[in-house]
């Protein structure tokens, strides 16, 4: 036989589209070429497939070999076609038989002395094989992270004679056990942990009830890090399909390890991250900051000081809830459903306002610095929080701080969530506008209040709507049916930027 079909996955942003790897053998000079749009990378499993069947004591066949890596039109990329690639080699010689590759889904990149190195993405191609009901073999190193996606047959293998050994039949390789990692449901950081800003917390509280995104205005070390580090713990627990979606991109950045699973993810990002860094991107998409937070915290220390350009690529994912990036050959998109904390300072050097009078910000400085950041993305965040600095008698105080725990906090989170998914099957922050009408109606007193601060404050018809959302987590922390005056009271003092805009 001198033809031999290999079934493999290509790597397409999240997805994990199916790549039939056909290996023919023809007579004429012995030769080796690869088609079907390879990459550098894919290009150069030639020489890693022919050292590591001549280390593995096979025949390299002497002969004319045509690799077909179909579709022609999908571009492939990586190491993770080398072992496809030397099985169809190896079943088109005759040296192993070819009647149980139908059986599996093939991914992984070979040393030159034939092991098997892991790879980038191993969950979304479980996730695929599972649908395409076939086994999967991949490298043992990644076999655990793959054996997180339930009803999908998982092999790992350490070395490509293993492989081959199974195939023949001559030594089987374990399934792998379905990985049941174990879930640690507290947080190692507690919201008691800091000291006194009881305002602050109150708007963390709700930021976490409607899921609503969050900028922290004060100077160093007031606790805006702190705060921003706690929301993570204060968060209802992971969803199966939350969970498996999470895992499934971090999979895509680095190997995921299963103690991960079922745990928010927190990205702080520096203020020097370009925009492919914060979005995602390159010439082959990979994802970025705000993907890698999909189901939990990013965090963007220093608002300011990152550069406007990038800070602007955030405002469609904030609205869609995912990123799609663009490329003359094909389209990649990254879900991006993140919970957006900013920080920043009232000035330039930090202490305006400070009792201490540190500050000689010129007010023309000030303006300069709020400036940077662009009325529609102040828009989009909710609470615009300020913090101001811890007194001297709390940092003094030897005995651990009162107040409440996350624990205690996060119960009254989840009772709000409960009943925002029983009245609309979302979080507060992700209504509709037609949703907002009706579920976020307001009294007379209630209207008065709002023009009152539209007026005032110069809103737009973005922040309206945040106003009324935030108004109507506040009440559901409340255990009230309806918005009351004293529920958008607390939500309007919260667009204390606005105030500073407007001064």
Known sequence: MSLAVVHSRAQIGIDAPPVTVEVHLAAGLPSLSIVGLPEAAVKESKDRVRAALLNARYEFPARRITINLAPADLPKEGGRFDLPIALGI???????????????EFVGELALTGKLRPILGALTVA????????????????????????N???????????????????RLIS???????????????????????HHAKRALEIAAAGGHS?????????GKTMLASRLPGLLPPLTDTEAIETAAIQSLHKRFHPRQWCQRPFRSPHHTASAVALVGGGSHPR????????HGVLFLDELPEFDRKVLEVLREPLESGAITISRAAHQAEFPARFQLVAAMNPCPCGFLGDSSNRCHCTPE????????LSGPLLDRIDLHVEVPPVPKDLLLEQQAPAGESTAMVRARVDAARARQQARSGCTNSALSNSQIDGLCAVDGEGRRLLEQAIARLGLSARAYHRILKVARTVADLAGAEAIEPTHLAEAIQYRSLDRRMMN
């Open 127 to 150: 996730l695929k094989a599972r649908d395409s009901n076939r086994a999967l073999l991949l490298p043992a190193p990644n076999a655990a992270e793959a054996a997180l996606v339930n």
């Open 175 to 197: 399934a792998q056990a379905p990985t049941q990692p174990e879930i640690n449901a507290e947080p190692s950081d507690d919201l008691r942990e800091v000291r006194g800003q």
């Open 90 to 104: 190896l079943a088109a010689s005759g040296q192993i038989p070819a009647k149980e590759l139908d059986r599996y």
């Open 287 to 294: 994802p970025g900051e705000i993907s890698l937070a999909h």
């Open 214 to 222: 969050l900028l922290f205005i004060g100077p160093p070390g007031a």
């Open 365 to 372: 400085k000030v303006r300069l610095y709020r400036a940077r």
């Open 152 to 170: 999908v047959a998982v092999f790992g293998a350490k070395h490509l004679l293993d492989v081959t050994a199974h195939l023949a039949g001559e």
